[in-house]
């Protein structure tokens, strides 16, 4: 069932999306507003819509779930006054890839209500055997009121039967596959997990008496926050105004496996992961690139915006001389709606420009964060040629991305993944570039701190969409004929 | 949990409100649309909110669901697009009298996902026992999405253990008490059920080779359907293009109990109700009351517009001229957003004028449809005053409303009816008026058609708000502590 | 130039449309909330968009302009709050037949800021030179940002010579040629003018302080002011706080040619003109067709709601029943955007319903106001025989419309009139009835209170609609080719 | 007079605002599509409003203003079908500083009908004798419909005697004084203009048969145009389909003086003056500024985005690493609507936040383009001292603001700019920082190719914000009391 069309996102399908920002506060007056906020820092985890739940002593609980910006939704004061109380939880994200169309339906965060009391969840990630729980619970009476998938752990949360709602939780994702974050509330609680791999990430923070769970620290600096620790892989940590933060491990205990992705692309680069910023991380890749890859030119420019802290360490590594040779129209926004032929015609230059009086002449090295369908890439590289550059060096600040991700992130299928079906050399040619290359796999291991790169019997971080290597089985998709990499 | 607030109705407040219209198609392409013109036709049943699921074949069910008027919001060529196909329910509403605010999730048709296909479910009436069954069903695991008394049954389908669609309604309908007319739909079938007692209308038509169930014939009209016949009280029809009509009866049989408040004011007159036109009946109410109440006077005036009928037939029986002697502004549509002071405070004068130089000078016989709170009768026995007039005279075409109603009507609290603290004098007294008469009980009962008046030991219909004997017991509110009329 | 499509009227394409209502306040606080419920109340003088200018001692003047009715915009405490001060003037308007498309620009009042401080004006009628004058002011460096008529009249005050505004407003108005009452507005006056004819209504009133400009005294009574006098033709009134109401005649006298139609349809039934209530003499229209065209029958039905008065006046003279044989839906609005086939192809179906079981069988008098295409009279008279009537007799409450109104009122083009082409017999054979008759034009001057009938050499009022005697030459419309009616 | 209140920029009020881009396309069919691709790329310089106004042989002019940005309005094919034909104008705009509120009406392009036909005209720059010339207007009789400077331009058109448009134009136009660019449209011609001194850039390009008109080249290269030349100062060209480009110098020739801000701020980065790209101007700003004020540091940070080229430069000339400091919050629109109290005191943090993982110990020198109120320079001093920098140095890459602009920038009152109360030094206590540094007037003229610096005599720009040296006497503002430098 659909109800209404999402907006579309006409330029933007060249990039892996994350599909989801989660937040949450507890002990804070009007959370809620802190809540807006913090989604308002994570917004570049999800575009589509977003929501957020409060609860308040008097008034119970209340819900706004909107399509649009959550600057455009949840800053209205008339809005926000709809949503009181010392605790809520707030959830950004994109569309699900395949979705026959998005309804208001779908956006999180979820709300049950309970023999004990009401509770909201969101949720960041995928569960990979939903199909085969939706289908059990259908058959055991649960109606169904949306497409999502993170529904099944609200209606696998009602048939527990446990006495409250942290250990329902515990029994409902104890039966869940796949890589999850997941920020909840009761009356009284705030909850956050990770998922026993910790492949989406969570941290905590504090902020006077409050307490505030977020996916990524940038979103704790906008709200004043203090970063306290990121949550666990595998922990639960229920926390309440009275007794603060309760820690507890109710799944089997094994070794992180962290979604190496944030670091190239997903988290802003003001985030810090692993104590270090996401800028360094990816201005490291950059001087690792250049130790890779060299090649002689005249400057080195950023594909923007995603490209340039890489672009800057190319250039510091390399002694050629970084330039902002791609201009970005800072006024175009996410979508255009109906517009006229001509206008969709003009595809990448409604949003780049490029710096014809720089570039002519001269022989360019651009530096983007990856490679996805190679449909911007060939576009950006015709706009360089035309401005008279003398050559074109593409340098990839991750590895060929060759395969899907079932984790909660936007992957065209694998067909449509330009690195699944050529090498290196196919490439280039198929761009008509003079030289691409991509950083290996060992570097970007050691550019995100692993001196001795990639443990191959053990990888420490999730690298499925490089590697084919799912740490998670993908269940469903295997039941819906997805071939998974063939034994070496 | 609420998302959105109603648009309030300031000046209707003081009618008793029938809280749902419902319409269902079966067998004519593009059925929704017939639903939409349909529904158009049944607006006066709820003016709030309306809904339509459509199914098809090739793009299977779909849903939209939106306050407003109908013909606001569903007669957009690109909204009904997205309801194909030949099967089709449909729903307006009032809001709940009580609810905390309206969210679109409490808009009906409702949709469940079972095990053997989906259906949908919409519902004009009321259960009586809603909370006793909704506390079980949550202790059960079942997720509630709305605060609407109807989502109980579609829960209880889910949870039946029958085979098909159809069986597991009757199985959820055998549980549910109250008064109620059901229109469903499942992929290939249109279900249409009246409660055991026949409380509330539904009616079949044909159209070409389509089937269509409609709370009023008016509706049959619009899109110039044949009427058939009336459902009958306890009978479930399943409709089909392939088997047609099917007749079941899966209740207890029990004599009809029709809400009769429904041929004073629920139903449009042009409907017709056991062959006759309510137009006639409403007309006859004010034969006999001309008969019962007679008064010496100089004008027949109606309150507009749903005194009307019952004016004219007080003026032809009494010979006193009938003159529209109060003025209905056209373009006063239901709210007000924010209004100022000044024109908050203008209340019922936005919508009725008085025709001053007819009423100068004379006695003036007004005729309503009933007294509920009495606040409007009070501003417009003003308004006559002001504009000069010598004598007024109520003559109301129902007996006094002095019990709520638990059946489907939006009914104030029993303090709130003037008929239940008043006697006619004191009401007299109340409004400052020259006389007021009521009809009686057996004048109302002959007037449409019992020509022996009610049987007090079986009555013909459900009279509750006038009598205070509920057919059928309303047990949650007997838990909240409402008291039945001690018996004489 | 056209800047937004308006709002079409696809069912109401069959009546005259009366194109403005005016309205304006001095000496009230907060004038323009009393001017937004006036408008209000004239609405049905004009659907399609309505504003109002304000001025503030300390704020000047301030405007809002609107598409939509009264209600949905000139309500809204916000919306309100910027329309300040003592004094101000509204409008509401239908667009003008013809032209291209309705902008913002259009819509009334007009300001104007001249050397002694600015005005705004607000015009219902037509100047029938407007085109020459038009031509004259261009020529001689006016920028016209309208393609109102009315506009003319700000030009023309910029250019006069006189020292203050109510003498620059006489010296424009002289120059103009038509019909038009105006209100208008300095800093500190409120004014009002009639055409030398005094063709279109303007009457006054007084509320506390404060005075009140009208086109109708039903405006007056819902802001609770009383009614003082009309405006006579020719005068124009100059009212301030201080030295309250001045009485000027600019004009060379003329006798009073006022329209009749206002009588038969423009006007509210509850407005007051000559002494005597509108709906009385409808009433008294149909009494006297009841003894020009008398029929024998079963029933009178009013065609709803504007045949209702003649129909119950014809009723009372012939004695046959009254009764409401065709019933309006309450919830159709003005217009459908962008319906579908199906809803489009209803037509007046969305808008009207015969009561089946009244009429059946019977032989039915329906009484219309007036025939202009004839589209709605062959329409509902299909709707009366499909629901079995035996016969069906027209009769309508105005002589054959026959000839276009250049004064004010939308009618179609000479040959779309039915009555321009057909005789009454041919109309009947068209329309295929069994009888239709129209009251003569003695006999509608007899209802309007000349007992003698018409003065076919000075007749009392303006019906060249009917008569073909236009009382101003329409020059700009013989200039495009109009051919007045033969000298007989 | 007002009728809507402009949307509000609460975070932007710290920069000179450009107020105005203009763009013209002859000779395309669909050129109004072309117009709005412009318009999107020169949106930095208007962020309020739009407009675009075409003409089409059978449809004549066709104008749309709207609010807000031009991707939101003028991209949608419902909307950009009622502009059709091969010639069309657009403008987008600011709100003008002080204006009580903005109106549509005051949004541009104005259209003027004259004797010989229609034109509209739209205008970047300012009128510095508007006031007079209205004042003489309205005494003559004209009605001004906004309270826009540049409407005195279409009036004095329409009361010049000439025979012709472009030759009405330039008998206004010597009218005029003050900076402006203009470009205009007959039935058949685009018209360009610019000002004797050239104060306000307008670029000539080609795209196959059509020609073009843009404030700046980047709004060329987006419809892939090619760039032919800058229109000479005092020039006017006259452009038709037939003839192609005919060049007039309609004013007494004086020497150049384009506004040197353009380089600093207003012009995007992309787009090419004098034949240099301006991001490498700015870059040489940076150069210039690294050996006008060394300093020993640890990181080069530009304020985002428009400090980052000078930020560039001046690493690059001091060997001092480039960094990304601070973050911008890609999903920052232009306004909040209503907002909450704590999410309006977020301020600056709404848009930037500080890497602090890489700021942390670090003497960090701050590249800003220029320095207005110093609001915002404080609010960042802040952030970065809270994220643990340990010295806080600014770069400006501009001379100290100390002057308002009368040229069509939106500048604060003198009282309000920062550096026309305190030296340097004082600035740099008020600030807080460890040190502040703009460059010189003279190290300005040499980044912008000037060898030899400022010509103090004959200065080769208008450098009026810096210097306080006015080209065209603000004769409007003397008059309102603005005392001009005293001469030294």
């Known amino acids: 069932m659909s109800t209404q069309m999402p907006p579309a996102h006409p330029f933007d399908d060249d990039k892996l999306k994350e599909e989801c920002g989660i937040f949450g506060v507890v002990g804070l007056s009007d959370a809620a507003n802190f809540v807006a906020l913090g989604l308002h820092a ?23 779930r909107r399509f649009g ?20 939880i707030g959830h950004v994200r994109y569309s699900t890839a395949g979705a026959k169309g998005a309804a208001i339906r779908d956006v999180q965060p979820f709300f ?43 209606h696998l949360m009602a048939r ?28 009284t609680k705030l909850i956050g997990v990770r998922d026993p791999l910790g492949v989406r990430p969570l941290v905590l923070g504090q902020l006077g008496e409050g307490w505030v769970l977020s996916s990524e620290t940038c ?6 926050a203090t970063f306290v620790r990121e949550i666990a892989p595998g922990e639960m940590v229920v926390i309440s105004e009275k007794d603060g933060v309760e820690s507890h491990y109710p799944f089997r205990r ?20 692993g104590g270090r910023s996401v800028y360094e991380t990816r201005h490291q890749i950059g001087v690792e690139l250049a130790r890779e890859a060299p090649v ?12 340039t802290p890489a672009a800057i360490g190319y250039s510091q590594e390399s002694g050629i001389p970084f330039a902002m040779g791609i201009i970005r129209n ?92 050529m090498s290196e050399e196919e490439m280039r040619e198929h761009l008509n570039v003079d030289s691409i290359r991509f950083i290996s796999l060992d570097g970007l291991y050691r550019a995100v701190g692993e001196a001795q790169g990639r443990d191959t019997k053990c990888p420490q971080y999730c690298d499925a969409c490089f590697s084919g290597e799912y740490p998670v089985e993908p269940s469903d998709m295997i039941a819906k004929g997805f071939e998974l990499k063939a034994a070496e």
């Open 42 to 64: 994570l917004q570049h985890r999800g575009q589509e819509a977003g929501g957020i739940v409060s609860h308040d002593p008097d008034q119970g609980f209340n819900s706004v």
């Open 330 to 421: 800072q006024y175009m926004g996410r979508t255009f709606i109906e517009p006229t032929e001509q206008i969709r015609n003009m595809g990448v230059r409604l949003k780049l420009n490029v710096n014809r009086a720089l570039i002519e002449g001269k022989r360019v090295i651009l530096v983007d964060d990856s490679v996805v369908r190679g449909t911007t890439s060939r576009k950006i590289k015709e706009m360089i040629l035309d401005a008279g550059a003398a050559e074109v060096h593409f340098r990839i600040a991750s590895p060929p991305t060759a395969w899907p991700c079932f984790y909660g992130v936007d992957t065209p299928q694998r067909e449509k993944l330009l690195a699944a079906t």
């Open 112 to 154: 049950g209500e309970f023999s004990m009391g009401g509770a909201a969840i969101a949720h960041n990630g995928n569960i990979t055997n939903a199909d085969a729980l939706r289908k059990e619970l259908i058959e055991r009476g649960s109606i169904f009121q949306s497409g999502s998938d993170s529904e099944c752990i609200i």
């Open 296 to 307: 002689d030119a005249d400057l080195v420019c950023p594909v923007p915006d995603s490209g």
């Open 160 to 187: 527990s039967l446990q006495r409250n709602i942290p250990e329902r939780m515990e029994d409902a994702l104890r039966r869940v596959e796949g890589a999850f974050s997941v920020v909840a509330m009761t009356r």
């Open 219 to 224: 979103a704790l600096d906008i709200i004043g």
């Open 254 to 273: 094994q070794s992180s496996r962290f979604c190496i992705f944030e670091h190239v692309y997903f988290s802003r680069p003001d985030s810090i992961i």
């Open 69 to 88: 910006y959550v600057r455009d939704n949840f800053t209205r004061q008339s809005l926000m006054e709809t949503l009181p109380g010392p605790l809520a």
